[in-house]
């Protein structure tokens, strides 16, 4: 029995030892352990071990759909540098099991854009640039411009650096089937743990961090892409890149921000109005585990009956409001066009003011914040 158990400690430090290995020499790895482990939390086989198309979740689109109208009162963020109109309300294509099969994630993006919203957020880890492109390209033939879709990815901690963030991001648009890509941005401030970013060996973070804005700014001058900017920044490292001698702006910082968010949060986002950085605002409807716990905040109940909207609506109404943009994920066509519809109504000041105190209630310490992903991260 003592040998059995000895036979089986050491197969298991193999294994941990081979894992370690392979997060080490792949930067991609971690994107590899999203879409393995979220599908199956979800009670779904992933892609990654049953292959593309094998996963039920968003509907196929009918051949014979056209575009519908751009949603009513649709709101846009200027972005600093180019004066381009970022739409306001957009699709997150992470953190689900249908952003994770490619089959899923082309239906997903042609249905947003059919239904009429014209914004789409990636990232390199998500693994889905290919399939993205797909879906736009599906788009186009059925009448809808490229130059009115948005398209925003992320360059991976692991391919920081000034050399690495050149040939990773250069590749961007030929991955998504495009000629240029709308905005990159640092997806965060430094390295994953246990993710290498061999470009900065030897570097300080900062030193890091500031490189790799050099090389985004020189693909923006390239033409790659038309914008730059962070995400999951915190002040001192908003400032930090943008110390480099002929950056380019930072056009847009992208962190965790809803109606429960704790002040530090909102002291971000008033950093970055008051600095003309777009503020785009991930999980504006809490995360996937949480939208339920939203239905409990009697002041969300009360606003949604008043305006006769769902409370996702009054939660990512509450978010363009105070001026951010909002990508809500969702394989889901029907949600998909609630949340296209938020655009559809306004808040008062009164209600504004109801909602602004949610940050105060008992409740809000149960939702995740951007503090609680840098303390995860070690950000």
């Known amino acids: 029995m003592l040998n059995l158990i000895k036979k089986l400690v050491a197969f298991l430090v193999v294994i941990v030892a081979v894992f370690l290995g392979w997060l080490q020499t792949t930067p991609?790895?971690?994107?590899?352990?999203?879409?393995?482990?979220?599908?199956?939390?979800?009670?779904?086989?992933p892609a990654t071990i049953v292959g593309h198309g094998k996963m039920v979740g968003t509907p196929p689109v009918p051949d014979d759909m056209k575009p519908k109208p751009r949603p009513t009162n649709e709101l846009f963020r200027t972005l600093a540098g180019t004066g381009d109109k970022m739409p306001m309300n957009g699709l997150g294509m992470c953190c689900r099991y249908t952003a994770?099969?490619?089959?899923?994630?082309?239906?997903?993006?042609?249905?947003?854009?059919?239904?009429?919203?014209?914004?789409?957020?990636?990232a390199h880890i998500y693994?889905?640039?290919?399939?993205?492109?797909?879906?736009?390209?599906?788009?186009?033939?059925?009448?809808?411009?490229r130059e009115e879709i948005f398209v925003t990815t992320k360059v991976w901690p692991g391919y920081f650096g000034y050399n690495s963030t050149l040939e990773a991001a250069t590749k961007f648009p030929e991955e998504?089937?495009?000629?240029h890509v709308d905005m990159i941005l640092m997806h965060m401030p430094k390295k994953f743990p246990l993710i290498p970013?061999?470009?900065?060996?030897?570097?300080?973070d900062k030193e890091c961090r500031q490189d790799t804005r050099r090389a985004l700014s020189e693909l923006r001058s390239k033409g790659i892409t038309r914008n730059v900017g962070v995400s999951n920044f915190k002040i001192e490292h908003i400032q930090e890149v943008e110390e480099v001698e002929g950056g380019a702006p930072v056009a847009?910082?992208?962190?965790?921000?809803?109606?429960f968010s704790p002040p530090s949060s909102h002291e971000t986002f008033d950093y970055c109005l008051d600095h003309d950085i777009a503020v785009t605002a991930y999980y504006s409807l809490g995360s996937a585990l949480q939208h339920s716990?939203?239905?409990?905040?009697?002041?969300?109940?009360?606003?949604?009956?008043?305006?006769?909207?769902?409370?996702?609506?009054?939660?990512l109404r509450w978010s363009m409001q105070r001026g951010a943009v909002?990508?809500?994920?969702?394989?889901?066509?029907?949600?998909?066009?609630?949340?296209?519809?938020?655009?559809?109504?306004?808040?008062?000041?009164e209600d504004m003011g109801r909602i602004d105190e949610l940050k105060n209630d008992e409740l809000a310490s149960e939702f995740m914040s951007q503090e609680d992903i840098g303390k995860m991260l070690q950000l």
């Open 28 to 45: 991609l790895a971690m994107g590899y352990v999203f879409a393995t482990l979220g599908p199956i939390l979800e009670g779904h086989m």
């Open 100 to 122: 994770y099969d490619d089959v899923l994630v082309r239906r997903s993006v042609l249905w947003f854009l059919l239904l009429g919203g014209r914004h789409i957020d990636t």
């Open 127 to 145: 693994l889905n640039h290919k399939a993205i492109g797909l879906g736009i390209q599906d788009a186009m033939e059925r009448g809808i411009p």
């Open 176 to 179: 998504l089937g495009l000629e």
């Open 197 to 204: 970013a061999k470009d900065c060996a030897g570097l300080s």
């Open 252 to 259: 847009d910082h992208q962190f965790l921000f809803n109606v």
């Open 293 to 315: 716990q939203a239905a409990t905040a009697a002041t969300l109940q009360e606003l949604a009956d008043k305006h006769n909207k769902s409370i996702a609506q009054i939660m």
């Open 326 to 349: 909002v990508i809500p994920g969702s394989g889901n066509p029907k949600h998909m066009e609630q949340n296209l519809a938020a655009s559809s109504f306004e808040l008062s000041e």
